[in-house]
């Protein structure tokens, strides 16, 4: 028998995107729910070739659910994760509620699988930022092989990031500037029709936002507390997928060539890098793909040992909703789960 699996957030884009991966890649799931607020009651969202209709999230009784996945909002996991977990359900939380909380692992499959077992402690495993889920899917390989000291990172975000909400506003501003009607701005702080806006999240006491301090914090958390992280977040006029501009110096020698064939071999990164007019990967074309996709490998000559990449993905997916489903594969396949649903 297979396992009972919530998904919170149903309605949303990353929680659509989940029920959509989950079918696509045959989890062993006898049944899936689909939970939002009571606002959303009724809703009918796609689960495969099936039509679920939305259930309200305080009307649930998780005591027989195996595997929550969770991509409601910072707020509503604060208040519905621990309790979830306390009913002996696995949380999988696609917020930042718990990412910084040392008794939850923080996963990317392809980087720090072994640290998922440390779930047990609050039954919740915390799905990373979009754009450090890409950049240390990138970076792990290159750091096995010659330890990186430093990462200066600069990253072009989709308005899907920001959801629905945000791709609704590129769509009604873009439409705005065409007919010349007036540009309203909603959900951004600047208009980001035909514009980039360097402000993502809250500004902190240092200057820095918060995305560019989560980018720092995850990283050291997944791949080394020793690295240097820095990061300027970015907001650009895109629908869909993620791209980084990645400057990464290391301890030890390491050659554009080496850098490709490497990537080339690693989980999850798939390298197109031609020095030659359209041979490299942009966001459009990540749109609806699994993979980290990498170009533009090349040596920086202003460090001794320091390489440039360029770093695409999509963020509903590996960002999000691929990376949750990834590590609920990764719970079943080690064993890790008691099925409580089949019992």
Not at 277 to 293: H, Q, R, V
Request: proline share 4%.
């Amino acid at each position: 028998m297979g396992y009972k699996v919530a998904v919170v957030g149903a309605t949303g884009n990353v929680g659509r995107e989940m029920l959509s991966i989950l079918d696509e890649r045959g989890f062993p799931a006898d049944e899936v729910v689909a939970l939002a607020s009571r606002r959303s009651q009724g809703t009918e969202v796609s689960f495969g070739d099936k039509t679920l209709k939305v259930k309200p999230l305080d009307q649930h009784d998780f005591h027989d659910t195996d595997i929550c996945l969770m991509s409601a909002g910072g707020e509503v996991s604060k208040q519905w994760s621990p309790k979830i977990g306390a009913q002996g359900c696995v949380v999988i939380d696609n917020s930042s509620a718990f990412r910084y909380d040392q008794d939850v692992p923080l996963i990317v499959p392809e980087v720090n699988a072994d640290a998922v077992s440390g779930f047990t402690k609050k039954n919740i495993i915390a799905n990373p930022n979009c754009s450090t889920a890409q950049l240390v899917v990138a970076l792990k390989p290159l750091h096995d092989f010659a330890t990186i000291k430093r990462v200066v990172v600069s990253t072009y975000q989709s308005v899907s990031g920001a959801g629905k909400e945000g791709m609704d506003e590129l769509f009604q501003q873009s439409r705005a500037v065409f007919v010349a009607d007036p540009v309203e701005r909603k959900k951004f702080t600047k208009r980001i029709a035909f514009n980039v806006i360097p402000h993502i999240d809250v500004f902190m006491e240092d200057g820095s936002t918060k995305e560019e301090w989560k980018v720092m914090v995850e990283t050291k958390k997944m791949l080394d507390p020793k690295i240097k992280v820095t990061c300027t977040a970015v907001r650009v006029p895109v629908f869909i997928g993620h791209s980084e501009a990645v400057n990464i110096e290391f301890d030890k020698p390491i050659t554009a060539d080496e850098a490709r064939d490497i990537l080339r071999q690693a989980p999850g990164c798939l390298v197109i890098d031609k020095h030659e007019d359209g041979g490299y990967i942009t966001p459009y074309e990540s749109a609806g793909e699994d993979a980290t996709y990498i170009s533009r490998i090349r040596e920086d000559q202003t460090l001794e040992n320091g390489l440039n990449i360029w770093v695409v993905s999509d963020n509903l997916r590996k960002g999000a909703a691929l990376n949750t489903v990834q590590i609920a594969e990764l719970l079943v396949n080690r064993g890790l789960l008691k099925q409580k649903h089949a019992a």
